[in-house]
């Protein structure tokens, strides 16, 4: 219907967004899409085919014969590649430390990035990434560039790893910021914020208080349209 409208949410790595994003559409009613599972969708796909970011040829084959499918569900979205189930095995440290790398890639941009703008067509959708406010989905609504200092965002991902990983907390803070530094680089889309977007530093704010920002937001865009 005609009230709904579409929701970017782009930030770096551990800043809140799916928390947050996955939240604001419940609220709303809305379909929350995570565009980083994609793009470790298909750097789970390669690295399982033994192809490496330093072969586009084979990189370009494979991101254009795969089937990745999202599914959105109550809690959260489950993520299938050829049909096979990889929600969970595309959070691991081994593709987390790769991503960025596939993700640099042009057709897997391109590949993924007309997937994602297909899901956004018929509005209602609230969107995380890196590159969806400034490129997949130029014409968002409303758009967020949701950040947090890169200590915080090491903390928050150190406590939730921090039981099953042998990590340190200054070890997870070097590979986010390497992480970012390689998203903010790349040529294709890179991590940038929108000149329309509204930028939420979520440093010393709780969950809630994202969320709770991000609504207001909408629900003043909204009223705004009408
Ligand atoms: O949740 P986390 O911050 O660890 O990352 P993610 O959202 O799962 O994204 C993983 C990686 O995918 C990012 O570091 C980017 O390299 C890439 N990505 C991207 O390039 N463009 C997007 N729209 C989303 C993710
Ligand atoms: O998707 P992204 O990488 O931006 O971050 P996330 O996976 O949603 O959030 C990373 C962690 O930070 C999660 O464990 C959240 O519960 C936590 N978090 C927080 O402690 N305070 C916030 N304001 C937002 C997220």
Not at 15 to 36: N, P
Not at 56 to 73: C, F, H, N, V
Not at 102 to 125: P, Y
Not at 171 to 180: F, K, M, N, P, V
Request: with cysteine; glycine share 6%.
């Amino acid at each position: 219907d005609n009230d709904r409208m579409n929701i970017a949410i782009d930030g770096p790595a551990g800043a809140g967004k799916s928390t947050v994003a996955r939240k604001v559409a419940e609220q709303l009613g809305y379909v929350y899409i995570d565009t980083g599972a994609m793009y470790r969708a298909v750097t789970l796909c390669a690295q399982r085919a033994g192809v490496s970011a330093e072969q586009p040829d084979k990189l370009d084959q494979l991101a254009r014969s795969l089937q990745i499918e999202i599914e959105p569900g109550e809690h959260g979205q489950s993520v299938f590649i050829n049909g096979e189930e990889v929600t969970s095995l595309i959070r691991s440290r081994e593709v987390t430390l790769q991503v960025s790398h596939f993700a640099a890639n042009e057709t897997v941009r391109e590949v993924l990035g007309t997937m994602q703008r297909q899901l956004a067509a018929r509005k209602g959708v609230v969107m995380d990434g890196r590159d969806i406010g400034s490129h997949v989905l130029p014409d968002a609504e409303l758009k967020i560039f949701l950040t947090a200092s890169v200590k915080e965002r090491a903390m928050r991902r150190f406590r939730e790893i921090a039981d099953s990983q042998i990590i340190t907390l200054e070890q997870l803070e070097t590979e986010i910021a390497e992480r970012d530094r390689l998203d903010e680089q790349r040529d294709i889309s890179p991590l940038v914020c929108a000149s329309d977007a509204v930028v939420l530093d979520s440093t010393g704010m709780t969950i809630d208080e994202v969320i709770q920002a991000i609504v207001k937001l909408s629900r003043t865009k909204m009223a705004e349209a009408k």
